[in-house]
């Protein structure tokens, strides 16, 4: 594996067409190992099909994914589900297993996939629970959690894979408002410790904060993109700036 | 009154042995019909056009064509011209089997179809091949959800393997068919015959409900 310099991810003009439509218009990016980028847009810009189109999920029509200097071959199965254990992946409506505890919902992809042992997977997955603050909450089932703690267990049961990249898609948008901070702070943990990331979010505030690079997507193509602080500046004069002024106006802020 | 129960009595050991033979070949066809299904379930949902187009005509076909017909076509029609030579036995659990197991296969397949989406979603982003996540996430739920649509079709083959007598299997009605017919105590035996797969029904129709319960998963309203 050539593993120099490079970005970690870099992923080239993805295009995508569903329904007829021109869903993702050559999208092209890159990601160095440790960045934090987020990725803002209106609603049906395509931010989660192209988050889904790295790991493919969704197959891309074109276009071509990278890991570490090496490009992805999606059709050989055993190269996919490699990259897919290397990109750690948060949904907006979490996806948990609902027949599984929170504990199995963590280790049954260590078991399965990495094949570790019973009580190695569980102890990781403890572990890994223990550190998203659901220490104590491990033979709950999803359907006794809260939004906050499903999103809290969906976030460990990816970091249990050990994966280089994380691609979190809305991770708070399904959440009532008192529930975003628990799953901001996890999220921000991850940052400072350095976790290599691309969050689509609309949580303009955190990403101010926290975020290396900004890429404003619309219409299936992203039209912006720089460091928030110029992006995101008062007086810039970007769409970037314009969305979120208006989002600002929307919803007020905690963070 | 005194003669009818002495009948039945006189006639109890002979057919309980014959519920023994019915409840065999209910289990054995619901078992079939089990495995069976669960493929062709997950053939049709998750599988190319051909395999889809096999299991619909299959489906098709078991369901369309009375299980009387069946029972003789395969018995004395299509095991013969295969060289395959059965007993009576084996011949009414293949034939109700294939049966269920298509209308077992509708049920799995519903069930695995109101999943939500995204759980599969989820097990390939965790690098899980699209068998080992219908295997360790789809199918433990959908086949939870499949108990009462399951237990359901249980009641309809136990009454429909009353069907097995015509080829000379020994169970329930065969045996009561033939202790009537040479005792002409017709009514009694046919009651204590309707009695036992009453019973049996609500056996396994209660064993069903419990096994529904104690595999419900906490918290889980639908
Ligand atoms: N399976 C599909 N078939 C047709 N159109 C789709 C499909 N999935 C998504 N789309 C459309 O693609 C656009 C982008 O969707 P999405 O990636 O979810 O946007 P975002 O995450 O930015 O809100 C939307 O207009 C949506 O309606
Ligand atoms: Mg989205």
Not at chain 2, 169 to 174: G, K, L, R, Y
Request: charged content about 20%.
């Amino acid at each position: 594996m050539t593993q120099g310099q490079g970005p970690i991810l870099r992923v080239e003009n993805i295009c995508k067409m569903l329904g007829g439509k021109k869903i993702l218009n050559s999208v092209s990016l890159s990601l160095n190992k440790g960045e934090l980028k987020v990725l803002i847009g209106p609603s049906g810009a395509g931010k989660s099909t192209l988050l889904q189109c790295i790991n493919f999920l969704i197959p891309p029509d074109r276009g071509q994914v990278w890991l570490e200097g090496t490009e992805v071959q999606h059709h050989r199965k055993r190269d996919l589900y490699a990259l897919r254990q290397q990109i750690g992946m948060i949904f907006q409506d979490f996806n948990l297993f609902d027949h599984l505890n929170a504990l199995e919902n963590v280790s049954i992809a260590l078991r399965k996939v990495k094949k570790m042992g019973r009580s190695a997977a569980r102890e990781r997955a403890l572990a890994q629970l223990e550190q998203v603050g659901l220490g104590d909450k491990i033979t709950l089932y999803p359907a006794e959690l809260s939004g906050g703690q499903k999103q809290r267990v969906s976030i460990a049961r990816a970091l249990a894979m050990d994966p280089k990249i994380m691609l979190l898609d809305e991770p708070t948008s399904a959440l009532d408002p008192e529930l975003i901070g628990e799953v901001l702070s996890v999220i921000r943990d991850l940052a400072r410790g350095g976790m290599t990331m691309i969050l689509a979010t609309h949580q303009i505030g955190f990403a101010r904060t926290l975020a290396d690079e900004v890429l404003f997507m619309e219409d299936g193509r992203i039209i912006e993109q720089g460091p928030p602080a110029e992006l995101l500046a008062p007086n810039a004069r970007t769409r970037s700036r314009d969305f979120c002024s208006k989002l600002d106006e929307l919803y007020e802020e905690n963070l | 009154m005194n003669e009818t129960l002495f009948a039945i009595l006189e006639a109890l050991p002979y057919l309980l042995q014959g519920a023994l033979v019915t409840i065999g070949i209910v289990i054995g066809a619901m078992g079939l019909g089990l495995i069976m299904g669960v493929h062709m379930a997950a053939g049709q949902v998750y599988g190319n056009r051909a395999v889809r187009r096999i299991v619909g005509l299959y489906v098709w076909f078991f369901r369309g064509v009375p299980i009387l017909v069946l029972l003789f076509l395969f018995y004395f029609g299509l095991f013969a011209l295969i060289g395959l030579n059965l007993s009576a036995f084996s011949a009414s659990v293949l034939v109700l089997g294939m049966t269920t197991a298509a209308y077992q296969s509708q049920i799995f397949r519903g069930a695995i179809q109101s999943l939500p989406q995204g759980q599969l979603k989820a097990a390939r982003a965790l690098g899980m091949s699209d068998l080992t996540a219908i295997i360790t996430v789809i199918l433990p739920q959908a086949l939870r959800l499949s108990i009462p649509g399951w237990s359901n079709e249980y009641s309809i083959i136990l009454k429909d393997s009353a069907l097995a007598f015509v080829l000379g299997t020994s169970e329930i009605m065969a045996r009561s068919h033939f202790v009537a017919s040479r005792t002409y105590h017709h009514l009694p035996l046919y009651m204590t015959a309707g009695c036992l797969y009453f019973i049996l029904t609500w056996i396994g129709v209660q064993a069903l409900l419990k096994l529904e319960s104690k595999v419900r998963i906490p918290g889980y309203t639908r």
